[in-house]
């Protein structure tokens, strides 16, 4: 019988990237308020998708494949999580403009079948350059909408692409997920 997949976050580019490679899944967001005291940006990472998947992994009955995931961003040892305020945005995009940094995606993904839980973390790096930002152009982006919701503060995906000069590494996992990566562990854990 197929395991029963529970995607455990709000992310509507988590969702487009697991529909993409053909999985059949349910979303199931976690409430909780994430957190983590982690200076490294792999292991908090991994620490926040891991609070994600294990708050829907204890919410659910019956055997189940949960993924649980966190993104952001890091530059020069500063990690940077989703902008507060449009102020917090524009000092992000210049402090990112015209140099490379580094995203982190931490995914955790817990196996119920019967008593005991298996529980898998990796962590997936991408390097990103930007090209430069005006100040104009960076109020122009915020005014898009697109950064409120992105760590970084910025969409790869979206309007942001005018500046992103150099990707190295998978481009999914910008976008919030590494599914080259995912597809192989779920293959491990033998649940596709
Ligand atoms: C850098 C970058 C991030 N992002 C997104 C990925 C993540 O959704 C978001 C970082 O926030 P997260 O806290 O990782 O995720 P989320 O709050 O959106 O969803 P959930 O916790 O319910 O799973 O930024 C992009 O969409 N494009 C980008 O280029």
Redesign the pocket.
Same mark, same amino acid.
């Given at each position: 019988m197929k395991t029963r997949i529970v995607l455990a $976050? #709000? $992310?509507p &580019? &988590?969702r487009e990237l697991l529909s993409q490679i053909g999985l059949t899944y349910e979303v199931l967001?976690s409430q909780k308020e994430e957190a983590s005291k982690a200076r490294e940006p792999s292991e908090l990472v991994t620490e926040l998708s891991a609070q %994600?998947a294990g708050d829907i992994a204890s919410s659910i009955e019956g055997p189940a494949l949960i993924i649980g #995931?966190?993104?952001v *961003?890091c530059h020069n040892g500063q990690i940077l999580g %989703?902008p507060r305020s449009e102020e917090e945005a524009a000092g992000m995009l210049a402090f990112l403009q015209g140099d490379t940094h580094q +995203?982190y995606t931490g995914v955790t993904l817990i196996l119920k079948s019967g008593a005991k839980n298996r529980e898998v973390h990796f962590t997936e790096m991408t390097e990103v350059e930007f090209g430069p930002m005006d100040e104009s152009e960076i109020r122009e982006y915020i005014a898009t909408g697109e950064p409120m919701?992105? #760590?970084?503060a910025?969409?790869?995906?979206g309007f942001a692409a005018r500046y992103i000069v150099a990707v190295r590494g998978d481009y999914s996992n *910008? +976008?919030?997920l590494p599914v080259a990566r995912l597809y192989r562990e779920l293959k491990k854990l033998d649940v596709l």
């Open positions: $976050s #709000a $992310s &580019r &988590r967001p %994600k #995931a966190d993104t *961003v %989703k +995203v919701d992105k #760590a970084g910025y969409g790869i995906q *910008v +976008v919030g």
